[in-house]
Each structure stands twice: as structure tokens, then as C-alpha cells.
């Protein structure tokens, strides 16, 4: 078997010019634009071009541009003055703290600044809820991603096998509750768990989300199951996911490539949870909510 490739960046355009329309529609309807607050603590090169493509895709899309870059020296006081602000500024409709911080500070209580209806990381405790309970509000932008990724071919979920290796609050916590909400059978794997390449092969629907370079194998994998990298690593070779995409290629049947699956429908998902925002605020607009 050699796996097909999902080419994330053809369903990334696509969500994008969706969400361009829906924009435009709600700039009509309202006579404003919904409006993206981007948070750049610190010079971390890979966050500084992730917030650059955010603020060129969302500039893009119709949506208006609301940037604070601090300092590197920061301190928590500081960023919470600028959250606070934007939380208060009725122009900026989503919100979003570029992670991680510098030095590796915990985000938490800053994140619990942004008001869940300008959450459009869906980070906070509230939108964590929401989730969990699977009522309207805004979804992490790489699980939500994912999600339309396996729909786009129309891989079943429902009743799928699916199993998620790792378990960060970014990504492995809220994809599993995705996927649950999907009416998958849903297995989560971390750096804990005993004999992973036996959890792992039960997967019809494997996403690697562990953190940790080409850890997913041809042994971790069942023939014929559909396998999503979510893993972007840096390295002396260039970019690698979690996942060994060639050796895995002979027994997946599709496969997410590293650059060009995952990443593009993060900031696709960006654009698309700050036009939702902008729609849950707006009174007279329709809000989609999901
Ligand atoms: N506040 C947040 N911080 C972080 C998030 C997030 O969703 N919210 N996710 C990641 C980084 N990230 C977005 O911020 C992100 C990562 C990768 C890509 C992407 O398009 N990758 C390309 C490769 C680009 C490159 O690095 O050269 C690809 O995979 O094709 C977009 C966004 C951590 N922080």
C-alpha cells in the first residue's frame, strides 16, 4: 500500500475563501469588520512567522488587524494590561496569546483574561467546557482543523477506531473530545502508556500529537488506516512531523505530509473561529457558534 496524501493546504484555500465570504457578509450586515488580536510575547523565530502568516491570512480575508508585540522581558502584569485591553475593545472580536511564552512561563492565568466569545484559540476553562459538553464556542483551532481534514474526503468517523497520541491542552486533550463528538471510539496514548505500538495499531484513524520527532513508525500503524501528523520539529534535515512519513507510507492508507497537512488548517481555523466570534457578539448577526 502506498497512502494518498491530504494536502492540507488545497482544504486550508478552501476554508479560507469560506471564511473571506462570511467577512464580507458580516461587514454588510454590520458595517464593521470582525477584527483579530494577535499577542507576540518575545522573538521565538517559529512563533514570529506563525503570527506574521495569521496576521497576513487574516488581513487577507477581510478581517482587520490588531497586533501588540512585547517584549521578551515581559512580565505578567504587562501582558495582562494588553489582554485586557483588547478584551475590552469592542472592534477586536477574537483574541489569541502566541505560544509558548518565553521561557516556557505558564500561560494560564493569562489566558483566563480573554473572554470566552473572543477565545478563538479555545483555550480558556470556559471554552474547554463547552467543548467538553458540546455546546456552541470556539474550538482549538489544530483539532478543529484536523476534524475537517478527515471530513473533506469523507473518512468515516463514526464508530472509527481513533487514537490519539498525546495529551496537551493545545491539541491531544480537545482532539479526542472532537473526535468523541464525531462518534469515534476514542483512545488517548501519552508519554506514559505501556506497549504503544499495541494501542496504536488499533487505530482505523491515528493522530500523532505526541511532541516527539518521527516517534510513529511502520510498527505503530495498521494496514490501511488513515494517520494525521500534527508534529512540526525543526531539524538538521528540515522540517519532520511525529510521524516517519515514508516507512509509514507503505502501510497507511492516507497520510498527512509535514509541511502541508496540519499547519495550513491551523491558521484556516484561526480565521475562520474570528469570524464566528465576530458573529456570537454581534446581536444581529447569525452566530454559528462551531
Ligand atoms: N496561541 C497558539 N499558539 C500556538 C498554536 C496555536 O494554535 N495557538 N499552535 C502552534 C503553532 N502554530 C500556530 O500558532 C502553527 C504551527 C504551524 C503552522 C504551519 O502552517 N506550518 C507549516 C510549516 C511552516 C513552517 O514552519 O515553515 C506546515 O505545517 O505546512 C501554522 C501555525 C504552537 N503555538
Do not use: W
Not at 512567522?49 to 522581558?73: C, M, W
Amino acid at each position: 500500500m502506498t497512502a494518498e496524501l491530504m494536502d492540507g493546504r488545497v482544504v486550508a484555500k478552501s476554508v479560507r475563501a469560506e471564511t473571506a465570504r462570511r467577512a464580507t457578509a458580516f461587514r454588510e450586515r454590520t458595517g464593521t469588520a470582525p477584527g483579530l488580536a494577535t499577542v507576540l510575547v518575545g522573538e521565538d523565530p517559529a512563533s514570529k512567522v506563525y503570527v506574521a502568516n495569521k496576521r497576513k491570512s487574516a488581513t487577507a480575508a477581510g478581517i482587520a488587524d490588531f497586533h501588540r508585540q512585547l517584549p521578551e522581558t515581559s512580565g505578567e502584569e504587562e501582558i495582562a494590561e494588553v489582554l485586557e485591553t483588547l478584551a475590552a475593545d469592542p472592534a477586536v472580536s477574537g483574541i489569541l496569546l502566541q505560544l509558548p511564552l518565553p521561557g516556557g512561563a505558564d500561560p494560564g492565568d493569562l489566558i483566563e483574561l480573554i473572554p470566552a466569545t473572543k477565545d478563538v484559540d479555545g483555550l480558556t476553562t470556559a471554552s474547554q467546557g463547552l467543548l467538553a459538553r458540546n455546546q456552541p464556542g470556539l474550538r482549538p483551532c489544530t483539532p478543529s482543523g484536523v476534524v475537517r481534514l478527515l471530513q473533506e474526503p469523507g473518512i468515516p468517523l463514526t464508530g472509527a477506531e481513533a487514537v490519539v497520541v498525546g495529551r496537551s491542552e493545545l491539541v491531544g486533550r480537545p482532539m479526542a473530545q472532537l473526535l468523541l463528538h464525531e462518534d469515534a471510539t476514542v483512545t488517548m496514548a501519552h508519554s506514559r502508556t505501556r506497549n504503544l505500538a499495541d494501542v496504536t495499531r488499533r487505530a482505523d484513524v491515528l493522530i500523532a500529537a505526541a511532541g516527539v520527532p518521527g516517534l510513529i513508525g511502520p510498527q505503530h500503524v495498521k494496514e490501511g488506516a488513515t494517520v494525521v501528523d500534527v508534529g512540526i520539529h525543526r531539524t538538521a534535515a528540515g522540517l519532520v512531523g511525529d510521524v516517519r512519513t515514508t516507512e509509514v507510507a507503505g502501510r497507511a492508507s492516507r497520510l498527512t505530509p509535514v509541511p502541508g497537512g496540519v499547519g495550513p488548517m491551523t491558521i484556516a481555523m484561526l480565521l475562520a473561529n474570528t469570524v464566528t466570534a465576530a458573529e456570537m457578539q454581534y446581536p444581529d448577526s447569525t452566530a454559528e457558534g462551531r
